[in-house]
């Protein structure tokens, strides 16, 4: 969840820095810092849960009303 986060909040910035016309120092860190290998396994990960592994348990995440299954799903899936 914490790698996620991250994810997201690098996300974030990149986006801000695109609008902006700022420098990529987002996209220079990852390369830099050899990170790419990781963000594409994240992205690898993610995609396959969500045709593979969602489709087989949305429903019965949806029966139990769970805060688990919900932030398994919304990590998945954003």
């Known amino acids: 969840m914490a790698?996620?986060?991250?994810?997201?909040q690098l996300n974030l910035?990149?986006?801000q820095n695109a609008v902006a016309n700022?420098?990529?120092?987002?996209?220079e860190s990852l390369l830099?810092?050899?990170k790419l290998p990781v963000?594409?396994?994240e992205l690898l990960a993610v995609e396959a849960w969500r045709e593979s592994v969602y489709p087989k348990?949305?429903?019965?995440l949806a029966a139990r009303n769970s805060m688990r299954?919900?932030?398994?799903?919304?990590?998945?899936c954003l």
């Open 69 to 76: 299954g919900y932030f398994m799903v919304r990590g998945a």
């Open 32 to 34: 830099t810092f050899e």
């Open 22 to 27: 700022a420098e990529e120092f987002v996209t």
């Open 13 to 15: 910035q990149a986006h």
């Open 3 to 8: 790698q996620h986060r991250v994810l997201e």
């Open 39 to 41: 963000l594409v396994h």
């Open 57 to 60: 348990i949305k429903d019965a």
